[in-house]
């Protein structure tokens, strides 16, 4: 029985980083993104 549980634990551990990567992922996608449009921003700003 505690073997069976501790195997679950881990399944349930790896699915939790997945979707913290996955975050982080999308995080930096933003952050980038919103980088360029300032960027773009700016430059119409300047033109």
Known sequence: MPQ???KYS???K???EKIVKI???LMVI???S???IS???SLN???
């Open 4 to 6: 069976k549980l501790n």
């Open 10 to 12: 881990k399944k349930k």
């Open 14 to 16: 790896s699915k939790m």
């Open 23 to 25: 975050t982080a992922i």
């Open 30 to 32: 933003a952050m980038v």
């Open 34 to 36: 919103s980088l360029l």
């Open 39 to 41: 960027l773009a921003v």
């Open 45 to 47: 700003l300047f033109i």
